[in-house]
């Protein structure tokens, strides 16, 4: 199943590109259409476009800061900052700055004059000059370009010059006025504050003249404590923190130790006491006694002398280990207690000197908070002051340029707007993408039939044929009409797709009218009178009746003659002009039998006619509009749906088809008629071949043509191989 599903899904992909390009083709009048009219507009609006000049001038922001370091280092950032850059860029282009260039460039009067108007304000000028400039960042840095635009190359240099100048005036005066206001503003919380710190220091001095602190650096707001006791409970406190730190140190080491087996506790000694020499050598002497007692094992056996005195070592070494090992515990134990005791004692102590702070603490509290709430304000106060000194001084000393200039704006050559080539590049572009967009979504709107695909997707039925465009009578081509071998295909795949030998009868439908059935049925039967069988053309279309017109004969009588009983079937049987193919007109239809075709006499006609000859073929009327199509599709052995390429909508095809099989009709499958190959490059391969080919077997002289047993010509013996291939295509 997989082989037999990737060709599949390739061959789709290629349908899908080639119908694109299908559109794209037979859409080729509108895309063209639309592309030279917005070209030609496009062309035309940017030649009617007046020129517009453009000037840049590039300046460097930076923001405010000294050439000398501030007082106390305190220097504001200097590093990049794109909110900083966005800022300016609104100044830049505020009343503030543009209003000071209307006035010094003046114009008021200049637009004024050039648009004709009697007079404008300024804020007119400034939204019209707003529109006319753009104010840029170089990339990621403190660098703006501003550019002004104009009908005038030296106006626009000037509009961005003065923009320039006028911009670091407002800055230098911003800066300026700033630093007056924050150094009067200081001054005056200085002077608040100072008050304040005076009114504090005369109430902690009469607390420690009533409390008799000896406080000796009091006055200055930041003096000796008058008690000893905070330090005391301090310094203690550090020591039982550090004597609970031993003792919960030697607890851990003890529970640890003596809680193992004595395997585990010899193994963990020398880590637990890395400092213990003895303890060390032991464990090294133990050891190597061991190797060598495994080492002379099997040299000497155990009676012998120098065994016994290995093990007698190995039993003296081993006892030396755990009586070390129960002096190290007993050691730790010792120091527990120890370590236990004294944080026992320093608790007792802390608590002593917290509870004499406490009683200090209590007695000078109002002292204590005066004097904190002084060394607040006196530090707020020395703040302001430091403060309103750095404004001073920095207010003083000599600043950089916040604002330089560094490329002046000169009158432009050559006008940036509009841009011919640009635009009617784009124009092109455009032209060509609404132009292609234009031509999809009409092929998105037009629902009719287009490829063989939209047939098989919505009727399920297979394509018996592909009819090219301007199809005449085959009986004025000839046989080796190019079109012919269309028909030939069609005529294969009839004779493949039917059921039984026995189905000889057979008509063509078609959703609505103009479809091309007629002239269908009657080439199809042609052709298959070429093949020496004898053929009989009803035209049962009662009501619209044309074969006769193709045929060249009178209408006068024919079927509706045979079926009234009026006449008998040798009276109205007409013979062409190839002997094989006979031809039945319709005749006249009275209005009193409008449902002859529904009846008794058309079933054993169809029979008689069905006896007498090899194939007999019945013309209908367009299936949705009379139930006569209905009707002659239940009579006879095949019906074959005829299809106009891009006629109409795809539901109706679908309606045409139910019909046919709600009555019971064998349908056969479906042709596609009138396919522009020439045009729509997805048909050439069912058609365009035999165009070809026989478009050069006609050119070419002296060449004979031998027959074959069936009196059509050897060179389309091809054709009928091609025929069976497509047969089984589908």
Do not use: C
């Not at 607390?207 to 000893?228: C, H, N, P």
């Not at 784009?426 to 979504?441: D, S, Y």
């Not at 079937?569 to 002997?579: A, G, H, K």
């Amino acid at each position: 199943m997989q082989q037999s599903n990737t060709p599949k899904k390739a061959q789709d992909s290629k349908l899908h590109f080639l119908d694109y390009w299908r559109i794209i083709r037979i859409r080729k009048t509108v895309i063209l259409a639309v592309f030279l009219l917005v070209v030609l507009t496009t062309t035309v609006v940017t030649l009617l476009l007046k020129p517009t000049y453009a000037s840049t001038v590039r300046i460097a922001i930076e923001k405010d800061s000294s050439d000398i370091a501030p007082l106390l280092g305190i220097q504001s950032s200097m590093q990049y900052d794109p909110y900083f850059i966005q800022t300016e860029f609104e100044k830049i282009q505020s009343k503030k700055v543009l209003h000071k260039v209307i006035n010094v460039l003046g114009l008021n009067k200049t637009w004024a004059e050039r648009y004709n108007t009697d007079v404008l304000t300024t804020n007119e000028t400034y939204m019209y000059l707003q529109r006319l400039i753009e104010v840029n960042q170089f990339r990621n840095t403190s660098i703006i370009e501003i550019t002004a635009y104009s009908e005038s190359r030296d106006e626009a240099a000037d509009i961005a010059n003065a923009i320039a100048e006028q911009y670091q005036e407002v800055r230098v005066e911003n800066q300026s006025l700033m630093s007056q206001k924050g150094i009067k503003a200081l001054e005056e919380q200085f002077e608040e504050q100072n008050n304040k710190v005076k009114s504090v220091q005369k109430e902690v001095d009469d607390l420690r003249e009533e409390y008799g602190i000896a406080d000796l650096y009091s006055a200055e707001g930041s003096g000796l404590a008058a008690t000893i006791e905070p330090q005391t409970v301090l310094k203690l406190e550090n020591e039982r923190t550090t004597s609970q730190a031993s003792f919960v140190r030697y607890k851990t080491l003890f529970d640890s130790l003596s809680k193992l087996p004595r395997d585990e506790l010899r193994k963990a000694a020398l880590t637990a006491v890395p400092n213990d020499m003895q303890l060390s050598r032991l464990f090294a002497e133990y050891d190597l006694t061991s190797q060598k007692i495994a080492m002379n094992q099997s040299v000497y056996g155990p009676e012998h002398t120098e065994m016994q005195q290995l093990l007698d070592l190995k039993k003296t070494l081993n006892e030396q280990i755990e009586a070390k090992l129960d002096g190290i515990l007993i050691g730790l134990q010792t120091q527990l207690q120890a370590a236990e005791g004294q944080v026992e004692r320093l608790g007792a102590e802390v608590d002593a000197a917290k509870t004499q702070d406490s009683a200090s603490t209590r007695e000078y509290r109002p002292y204590y908070l005066a004097k904190r709430k002084l060394e607040n304000l006196q530090k707020i106060r020395d703040m302001i002051l430091v403060r309103m000194l750095q404004e001073t001084v920095d207010a003083s000393l000599p600043k950089s340029s916040i604002v330089e200039i560094y490329d002046p704006a000169e009158p432009s050559r050559k006008p940036v707007r509009p841009n011919i080539g640009l635009n009617v590049a784009l124009g092109i572009l455009v032209g060509l993408v609404v132009g292609v967009g234009l031509a999809f979504f009409i092929e998105y709107l037009d629902t009719s039939v287009k490829t063989i695909d939209d047939v098989e997707q919505a009727l399920g039925a297979p394509v018996l044929g592909v009819i090219p465009q301007n199809v005449g009578s085959l009986l004025e081509e000839g046989p080796d009409s190019p079109h012919a071998e269309a028909y030939r295909v069609l005529r294969t795949n009839v004779l493949f797709s039917r059921k039984s030998d026995e189905a000889t009868t057979m008509t063509v439908v078609s959703g609505g009218a103009g479809e091309g059935k007629s002239t269908t049925i009657f080439n199809l039967s042609a052709i298959f009178a070429q093949q020496n069988n004898k053929v009989l053309v009803v035209d049962s279309d009662l009501r619209r009746p044309s074969l006769h017109k193709i045929v060249g004969v009178s209408n006068s009588k024919g079927l509706t003659d045979v079926l009234m009983n009026q006449t008998q079937l040798e009276d109205v049987i007409q013979t062409t002009s190839m002997p094989s193919l006979d031809f039945l007109p319709s005749g006249k239809l009275p209005s009193s039998s409008m449902g002859i075709l529904n009846s008794n006499q058309m079933k054993r006609f169809v029979q008689e006619v069905k006896s007498r000859y090899d194939y007999v073929f019945f013309d209908s009327p367009p299936i949705m509009g009379v139930s006569d199509a209905s009707i002659l599709a239940s009579e006879v052995d095949m019906a074959v749906l005829v299809i106009q390429y891009r006629k109409y909508p795809q539901a109706m095809t679908v309606r045409a088809k139910q019909m046919v099989e709600k009555v019971g009709g064998n349908l056969l499958g479906v042709v596609l008629n009138n396919i522009n190959i020439s045009q729509d490059s997805y048909y050439y391969y069912y058609s365009g071949y035999y165009y070809d080919y026989y478009s050069k077997s006609d050119d070419s002289k002296g060449l004979s043509r031998s027959t074959g047993k069936n009196g059509e010509a050897k060179k389309a013996e091809p054709s009928g191989r091609q025929d069976l291939d497509l047969k089984k295509k589908y």
